[in-house]
């Protein structure tokens, strides 16, 4: 295979990486939220995945210099909580989630690389997109763990 072969394939490869992520974040906004009512894999929750897991990692930091996109294509954003009320909480739940399976899909989108690309070069997609969206999902979790600590040490009294 010649260079520029490679050079064509890696630009069909962005393009579809960046679509199909697009599209999924475009469409993300309109899921049931019943989708969104609970933790399933990849979602759920680790034992080992605590507050000083996240610390030590330093996801606060992290998380002020990556970009919120959530609003974009209807969704909300995730940069501060909507309010303390037990229905704000359960809905800004729902968003986090919402926002960590468009990440988790965006790095499952690179399995179709496989179909069309030499497996060294759809591997390196893998590795380079999961990698990009990592620190997203890192925040999120990190989010979504501190957010259900809040739901459960308020007991549903806000």
Do not use: Q
Not at 125 to 145: C, D, E, S
């Amino acid at each position: 295979m010649t260079m520029a072969r490679y050079v064509v394939l890696i630009v069909i490869d962005i393009a579809v990486v960046i679509g199909l992520s697009v599209g999924i974040g475009a469409w993300a906004p309109r899921w049931p939220a019943g989708w969104l009512s609970h933790d399933t894999f990849p979602l759920a929750l680790m034992p080992w995945e605590k507050p000083a897991f996240y610390r030590r990692l330093g996801v606060a930091r992290l998380a002020r210099r990556l970009p919120e996109l959530g609003s974009t294509f209807g969704g909300a954003s995730k940069t501060e909580l909507p309010g303390r009320s037990a229905s704000d909480l359960a809905r800004y739940l729902r968003e986090v989630r919402r926002a960590e399976w468009v990440h988790w899909l965006s790095c499952a989108v690179t399995i179709v690389l496989f179909t069309f690309n030499p497996w060294w070069l759809a591997l390196t997609f893998v590795v380079a997109v999961t990698v990009g969206n990592l620190p997203f999902i890192l925040v999120l979790r990190n989010n979504r763990l501190r957010l259900i600590r809040i739901i459960e040490m308020d007991g549903g009294r806000t």
